[in-house]
């Protein structure tokens, strides 16, 4: 028998396998502004009452990332442009930089994706997912 514990980290694992597995796809296929982008890394905690993911965002300020939710995922996106110049009588220097986070979560079957939050800290952010509570009713038999 398969604790709990196994469970989820065995699901945890098989997660990160299909990131890993779409990432390569994704990187493949996808335009080239897509090729830019790098796999955000992300936690799971879970309670009785959610789950938390707390994905890796370093750099990025807030309001350069987006967060959609289609059907039963939450896609993240994030980018970080940087330029230097500097001038002076000899020289003039010009440099850019630009990197993207791209990260797809599969909502869980028990998540209220109706309610989802997220917020943004020192380059972390928390999306709380909340569990719905089971659908229980008692059947009157004739």
């Given at each position: 028998m398969i604790s709990d514990n196994n469970l989820w980290d065995e699901i945890k694992r098989?997660?990160?396998?299909?990131?890993?597995?779409?990432?390569?796809?994704?990187?493949?296929?996808?335009?080239?502004?897509?090729?830019?982008?790098?796999?955000?890394?992300?936690?799971?905690?879970?309670?009785?009452?959610?789950?938390?993911?707390?994905?890796?965002?370093?750099?990025?300020e807030k309001n350069n990332i987006k967060m959609d939710i289609i059907n039963n995922r939450i896609q993240i996106r994030a980018e970080k442009k940087t330029e230097k110049k500097q001038e002076n009588e000899r020289t003039r220097y010009y440099s850019s930089n630009y990197v993207g986070f791209m990260k797809t979560i599969t909502i869980p079957e028990d998540g209220d994706k109706e309610n989802i939050e997220a917020s943004y800290k020192n380059g972390i952010l928390k999306i709380t997912i909340p569990k719905k509570k089971p659908d229980k009713r008692e059947v009157k038999i004739n």
């Open positions: 098989i997660n990160r396998r299909m990131d890993s597995l779409f990432s390569y796809f994704t990187r493949r296929f996808n335009n080239q502004k897509n090729r830019n982008y790098r796999r955000a890394f992300y936690n799971l905690k879970e309670n009785e009452k959610e789950y938390v993911f707390e994905v890796e965002l370093p750099g990025v």
